[in-house]
């Protein structure tokens, strides 16, 4: 079973394809937005840290991000593959990975930055199982809710305009000089992330189904 990195700025659809595509690899989706987001929710200490940094669209320190990345890590469900969204973010985190487990495939998602900003301010979620949609691309059957669960869809606060930019921001400025170090390792695949979630999941599988060069 694969270990494969999503690398990608944020509203590019990775959170998207990672459900579908886990449960194709039958390895689980470690997101580590989600498992902060979590944490926030439950109150705990390392949420309630984190939850400033997250609403202004800035990266959690590192320690606390690596926190509850290992203990996701170390379930027994990822040892032996896993899809990893949202980690590493900096060279740092990137490093520790290195360290922590090898990777097999970085998967890198491209887009446009308009797009990027119109997919994310038109992005809504369910708060009861998290499922997304976009009020353009992909809209819920009902306006305004969830087809499963039928709850009324919210707009994440960190997808408000100001966080967006910063959100963009922190991505060119630390996340996008990762792509010069995958690269060098050659597990670096590039995905056209633009067009409808089927054919972008198309892309990926074939880009899977490669050999490394
Ligand atoms: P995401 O759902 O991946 O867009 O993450 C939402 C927010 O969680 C980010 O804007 C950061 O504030 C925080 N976050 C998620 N992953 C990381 C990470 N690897 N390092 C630092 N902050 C993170």
């Known amino acids: 079973m694969p270990r494969i990195v999503l690398l990608g700025p944020p509203g590019v659809g990775k959170g998207t394809q990672a459900g579908p595509l886990a449960k194709a690899l039958a390895v689980p989706h470690l997101s580590t937005g989600e498992l902060l987001r979590a944490a926030v929710a439950e109150g705990t200490p ?11 669209g800035r990266l959690v320190p590192d320690e606390l991000v690596l926190h509850i990345l290992t203990e996701r890590l170390e379930r027994p469900d990822a040892r032996p593959g896993f899809l990893l969204d949202g980690y590493p973010r900096n060279r740092a985190q ?3 990975l290195a360290r922590l487990v090898p990777v097999d495939i970085v998967l890198y998602f ?4 308009a797009t990027l900003v119109e997919r994310l301010t038109q992005r809504r979620v369910c708060p009861t199982c998290g499922r997304l949609y976009n009020l353009a691309t992909l809209p819920p059957k009902v306006p305004g809710r969830c087809d499963v669960e039928g709850s009324s869809l919210v707009q994440r606060s960190d997808d408000a305009p100001e966080a ?8 060119r400025e630390q996340t996008e000089p990762l792509l010069e170090f995958y690269r060098s390792t050659g597990r670096l695949r590039s995905i056209d992330a633009s067009g409808s979630t089927t054919e972008v999941g198309r892309r ?10």
């Open 94 to 96: 990137a490093e520790t």
């Open 164 to 171: 967006v930019r910063t959100r963009l921001r922190t991505y």
């Open 46 to 56: 390392l949420g309630k840290e984190a939850d400033g940094y997250m609403r202004a």
């Open 204 to 213: 990926i599988r074939a880009a899977i189904d490669r050999p490394n060069p």
């Open 110 to 113: 491209e887009l446009p930055e």
